[in-house]
């Protein structure tokens, strides 16, 4: 297998109207691995408040992967009343531990994200916006504020050139926060397929907390959220077909799945492992218009992890497709993303 350079995969795909880009969380995690690395994040969950059984499934399974464990608790949450006549009681709990350890994530993010923008170095910055401008599109399934701190970093005075969708309410302009739209949508050129951690569901409206309005940092804006019980947009579920249904009951979830679907010419795929529980994502690319796709790799390729990325990479290319799929890919440490 040719393993590309990035500057070689751009210079492949050149021909092309309009690349996009599609990031997982090792974008998070080459920015800052002591905090985003599954490892990272467990170590600093506070598991107090969970069941005993919750924290000792990650053990029994050999894993520190949060979805990984809400997915087999949901499972067993399926299959227990099938083995035992008294199982409402525990099915009550293996429920109950699933969704415990889907806020836990979340808070465990925001508890432990980069604190302000200045965190994250002037050079980190332009490294990440300069890889950002290869693409038209961005859309990611990343929960945390990095490609949104990063779209937003500019010169004083100088407007972002990116498009979240996101506007002040017609109704309320003074606003402390800003609303979505689905008729804003057709100049949004940002996308968080799973929500995030300054996205908020209101029932009647999508909301998105930010700076400009309050004068209050994002990330000290969500830690009152969460602690106030308000729970960010946020698709953690632990299987793929969980994570469709939560999403088309989402206006904001459901049109970003979609306009992903539309998207046509190269897509590139940076730090994400292909995974069954985002199978979802992979069958839009499957079904979808793209012509080419470019998979990053990061590390030795003949790993297991990268062979799982590679056999199931080459599958998008499927034969009942309409159109051919030239699936390519590219040596992820090559692109630099933050330096």
Known sequence: MQLLTFEQALDQSSHAKARHLLTGNGFSIACRPNIFLYKKLFEQADFTKLSKAAREVFTALNTQD????IKALRDSAVVWPVYSKTGSKTVNKLISDADGLRELLVQTIAKNHPERPHDISESEFA?????????????TLNYDLLLYWTLMHNDPGVDPTSDDGFRKPEDDPDSAY????????HTQDVWFLHGALHLFD?????????????????IDQIRDALNSNK???????GTSKEKIERIRHNDYLARGLRSFNQISGPLFIYGHSLAENDEHILKAIERGKLNQVYVGVYGDQNSAANQAIISRANKLNYA?????LDVHFFDAESAKVWG
Do not use: M
Not at 231 to 237: H, K, R, S
Not at 320 to 324: L, N
């Open 202 to 218: 209101a029932g009647y409206e999508i909301q998105k907390y930010t700076w400009v309005n309050t004068g209050i940092a994002l």
């Open 231 to 237: 729970f960010p947009l946020f698709v953690a579920e």
């Open 178 to 185: 800003v609303t979505w739209e689905g008729y804003n949508s």
């Open 320 to 324: 009942g497709r309409k159109k051919v």
């Open 127 to 139: 490294h990440c916006k300069d890889f950002l401008s290869n693409f038209k599109t961005k859309y």
């Open 66 to 69: 949060f979805e990984k464990v």
